[in-house]
């Protein structure tokens, strides 16, 4: 039996305890997996660790490595370039931003998915334990890390990002973490546990009909429209997706295998109509479905696939929630009966080099769409979406913004300190404001902090905007007074951009009210109006800008008029930025959008639609302003990803108890059932001792 357990720093790690003695054995307990029996003296119970596969080698992903081979599982990092961790040598202008000081869920994080679902997983681990996690030289990764005031922001004391990354990786290595470069995954297949009734199993021959293969439908009645295909695969090589998940994509005409790919997935109706088998093909990175097997074609055809009914808070169905979804078991025709087999399923990861590598579970951190240049052109995104899950539409986030500068002038390089920068949503009434109070003016436009942490709103509506609008948003630049003044005179200035459903960006150069402006002005004298802005903080080229822009230019305070006056508050204090775009991926720091929180378990990040796959990172519909607040979510996803792969989450323990309960419930059923079948009636002999026996218990 197992006797007391040592527990070290296990609140950071995520478990009860690291290890635990049976006999004068010290075992990991991360290596007993939730199926596992618990050993006694004459058990045969093997040890094997589970085998994670974590896809990609950024920070979440090293996290993940990190976190999975602690708690017993032997993991391998498949990484498309040639070193992991390129984004982390960029972060932080190289210095990388490790960890914010402090969080605040509603203001640092921006999410489509549940707000709960999101506030769960923070709740896992807080940012001390992380920093903890961090700096521990044993059980972390051995940082060394110093506050920044001025920007509430920790970085390590070498101001090296490359140290990070380093440590990172050595701290991998150090437990036994396999790592691979240039292996690009370009396909996944699901491998469901061979049915294991004779009486049921189908020839291998059977698998896949000719006559009646369906491209992503679901379903007998769907199935019956779908022209036929050629052979399919073999019995060994059948793929599948979980039972209840939602296929995306098209399974439109052929086409071969090509770079950054997902899978399509096809049912096959057997003949008998008892059930169904599920065949995997690979897309192009349009969506258009091709072979998985050199051996299958496709003929064209194809359509949406129909969707399972979603409860009202879109939470995808599991495989195991509706009985009467029809699981799919390799080299088996499948029906309601075989719910449950997918817990032993593995994954097979097809690489661009035709190479294959097959894991028990999978943990995708492939990163968003920023950055294409150090391998994240969303692969994850694709794959995801192919395979059933629902992605709330990506979008560059934190990126600069593109647009004219005030007066139509060139002011690019000019920086801005002290600035108050808002945004508001049509529909909305109070306005966000940046935590962060620089602006910078770009060749194309703005971009500096402040810039950066307010551009999502703008670029997901525009990227809507333009998805249902293919024409261009053109916006010219206000030159002259006229139209200013007299938008000043019928609205307080107005905005532009709340006919065409965006948002309105808008900057306080100075963060001084209207109030403290107008009486300055108020007071006249004979200085120019340009001296005036330059006295109280503005920089000479962006007050002349902006005072051209009213058609103030050589006048003196004295001879300004009442709306002039008021027009030029309004363009101090509240002074709305043209924009028309963004830079997009090339400049954003991090992916908008992403699979959706609601079909995760947000326990362990394990998929609620498809057996051991997890999530983490940017591939997930979360992300953090800059200073810090996406290296967190990585670390924070990325551990939980690791822990739940490796020992199915922070609790396994209870979970396998539970298990065992249902399943001993279940057992004890039939057998009080046969033991009140074998009980005297009433009125026989043995009826009396039978009684005395019930009372005596």
């Known amino acids: 039996m197992f006797h007391r357990c040592t527990s070290g720093r296990a609140p950071f790690l995520g478990r009860r305890a690291l290890y635990c003695r049976h006999g004068a054995t010290l075992v990991r307990t991360g290596a007993l997996q939730s199926g596992f029996e618990v050993p006694g003296p004459n058990s045969t119970v093997s040890f094997q660790p589970v085998h994670v596969t974590i896809v990609g080698g950024g920070a979440a992903g090293l996290t993940a490595a990190f976190f999975a081979a602690e708690h017993g599982a032997s993991v391998t990092v498949l990484e498309r370039t040639r070193e992991a961790g390129k984004k982390i040598l960029m972060s932080g202008g190289s210095r990388c931003n490790i960890l914010p000081l402090e969080v605040d869920l509603q203001t640092d994080y921006f999410s489509e998915s549940s707000a709960s679902a999101v506030r769960a997983v923070f709740a ?183 969707t399972p009914r979603r409860s009202k808070k879109a939470r995808g169905p599991r495989a195991s929630d509706d009985p009467s979804t029809p699981s799919v078991t390799a080299g088996a025709v499948v029906g309601p009966e075989d719910v449950g087999t997918a817990a032993g399923s593995r994954w097979i990861c097809r690489l661009r080099d035709g190479s294959e590598h097959v894991t028990d579970k999978l943990i995708i951190a492939t990163g968003g769409l920023s950055f294409p240049a150090v391998g994240t052109d969303g692969t994850g995104h694709r794959l995801m979406r192919v395979l059933g899950h629902t992605l709330h539409e990506p979008y560059p986030a934190l990126t600069p913004l593109t647009g004219a500068h005030p007066a139509g002038e060139q002011l690019a390089g000019l920086s801005m300190y002290g600035i108050e920068l808002s945004v508001q949503v049509p529909g909305t009434r109070k306005a966000k404001v940046s935590e962060r109070t620089s602006l910078l003016f770009t060749h194309r436009g703005y971009s500096g902090p402040a810039v950066l942490d307010l551009s999502h709103y703008a670029v997901k509506a525009l990227t809507r905007v333009s998805a249902a609008s293919p024409q261009p948003l053109v916006m010219s630049p206000r030159s002259g007074g006229g139209a200013v003044l007299a938008a000043v005179a019928t609205g307080g200035g107005g905005s532009r951009y709340f006919e065409m459903g965006l948002p309105s960006i808008r900057v306080n150069w100075t963060q001084e009210p209207a109030a403290v402006w107008d009486e300055r002005i108020r007071a006249g004298g004979s200085a120019f109006v340009t001296t005036l802005l330059q006295r109280h903080g503005l920089r000479e080229r962006l007050a002349e800008a902006l005072v051209s822009e009213l058609g103030l230019g050589g006048r003196r305070v004295c001879d300004v008029k009442k709306t002039e006056r008021a027009a030029l508050v309004s363009a101090l204090t509240s002074y709305e930025l043209p924009y028309h775009g963004h830079e997009g991926y090339k400049k954003a720091e991090v992916t908008g959008g992403g699979v959706r929180m609601e079909e995760l378990n947000c326990a362990t990040m394990e998929s609620k639609l498809l057996p051991n796959l997890f999530l983490c990172g940017e591939v997930v519909d979360v992300f953090g302003r800059i200073g810090g607040f996406n290296f967190y979510w990585a670390w924070l996803s990325g551990r939980l990803a690791g822990i739940g792969a490796a020992q199915g989450g922070l609790r396994p323990k209870t979970k396998r108890a539970a298990a065992a309960r249902r399943g001993a419930a279940a057992t004890a059923a039939p057998t009080a059932a046969a033991v009140t079948a074998a009980m005297p009636s009433p009125g026989s002999a043995a009826s009396p001792t039978a009684t005395s026996s019930a009372a005596a218990a």
């Open 124 to 306: 896992s681990w807080n940012l001390d334990l992380c920093k903890a996690w961090l700096e521990d030289p044993y059980w972390g990764v051995g940082l060394d890390l110093q506050l920044e005031e001025e920007t509430k922001k920790y970085f390590p004391t070498s101001n090296s990002a490359r140290e990070v990354r380093d440590r990172l990786v050595a701290a991998c290595v150090a437990r036994g973490v396999v790592f691979k470069y240039n292996a690009s995954v370009e396909g996944l297949q699901l491998l469901l546990p061979e049915k294991m009734d004779a009486d049921a199993a189908v020839p291998q021959e059977a698998v896949a009909p000719q006559e009646a293969v369906a491209p992503v439908v679901f379903g007998a009645a769907a199935a019956a429209a779908v022209p036929p295909l050629a052979p399919t695969m073999s019995n060994e090589a059948v793929a599948a997706t979980a039972s209840g998940g939602r296929l995306g994509g098209s399974a439109g005409g052929g086409g071969g295998h090509s770079s950054g790919v997902g899978l399509a997935s096809e049912r096959a109706r057997d003949p008998s109509g008892e059930g169904e088998v599920v065949a995997a093909c690979h897309t192009t990175g349009d969506g258009a479905a091709g072979p998985a097997d050199p051996r299958v074609t496709n003929d064209g055809g194809g359509g949406a696939a129909a």
